[in-house]
């Protein structure tokens, strides 16, 4: 782990975690490394083998936003994961948009409902914890993911060269003295978590606020195009233009007038008022100001007088 011994710890309890039926944590763990050949796969895939029939794939659209598809209905997806205790899902497509009630409902402690095809559906308790190892993280829409705490970045951010690529390593995890030691190594794991806990060393703490820094496109937005003064106030019709041409700038969807309205209000005020300005009751943002636009402006080609 880059020489992060505190992060090496972590990684191993958290890992080790998935040997238990005990899902207290409610979190989706992402081992993330922007750069190939990091070693995040070769592990995640031994670890997959040493769990046995504990262990289990699962589709990256089974947490995905999928069109005409509720995530209250039951799928076979989930109902493979009936008994399952280590949930891998492997290098995701780039702009995988995730479903936030699909995850929270997977990594929370309620009874699952699933069902296999052309079967009855049947209830569950959920034993099974999830790991995503990827090269790109997804797309995330719902901050309270990040505020409830059900997202957590390991990074990856050492790339081998091929000098220092290993490539009989994969065939050395398989065998049988490799997956002993692999699972003596997610017992000590296991057993350091009960011991002391999953304490969150700096680094990972640190991706996981960057991610979420990053995901807001609403705060990224305001950082952007809004100056915070106390008592200043805008219609909250000229925050949300000027929020879709940002949005349409910098390549992502808007939010729709009401999300965008609530989300707002984490930031500062929305009242339903007369403005300061005059004119007919309207919904206002207040605590902020909208920059000023120089888009109307164009530049002065021509000579300049008494120059």
Known sequence: MSGDQDRARFLQRALGYALSGDTRFECLFILYGATTRNGKGTLMESVLRVMGDYGSTVRPETISMK??????????????????????????SRGLLLNAAQVKNMT????????????????????????????????????????????????FDRHFEECQQDKTLKHIFSETESQSAI????LDGYRALKCDGL??????????????????????????????????????????????????????????????????????????????????ETTVFIGFRLRFEMSGFTEYKGSIPFA
């Not at 409902?113 to 959920?126: G, I, M, Q, T, V």
């Not at 991706?207 to 805008?234: C, Q, V, W």
């Open 67 to 92: 069109q005409n598809v509720s995530s209250q209905n039951p799928t076979e997806d989930i109902a493979r994961l009936a008994g399952i205790r280590f949930a891998n899902i492997s290098e995701p």
């Open 108 to 155: 929370g402690n309620d009874t699952l409902n699933a069902r296999f095809l052309h079967e009855n559906s049947f209830d569950f308790k959920p034993q099974f914890k999830i790991y995503m190892n990827t090269n790109y993280l997804p797309v995330v829409t719902d901050m309270t993911l990040f505020s409830s705490g059900r997202i957590m970045i390991i990074p």
């Open 183 to 186: 699972l003596n190594w997610l």
């Open 199 to 280: 304490t969150i060393p700096e680094s990972v703490r640190f991706a996981t606020e960057r991610y979420r820094h990053e995901s807001d496109k609403i705060g990224l937005f305001i950082e952007d195009e809004m100056e915070p003064i106390s008592n200043a106030e805008e219609r909250t019709s000229a925050v949300y233009d000027r929020y879709k041409k940002w949005c349409d700038s910098n390549g992502c969807f808007p939010e729709n007038t009401r999300n965008f309205k609530q989300i707002l209000a984490m930031y500062g005020r929305v009242e339903r008022k007369r403005p300061f300005v005059g004119g007919n």
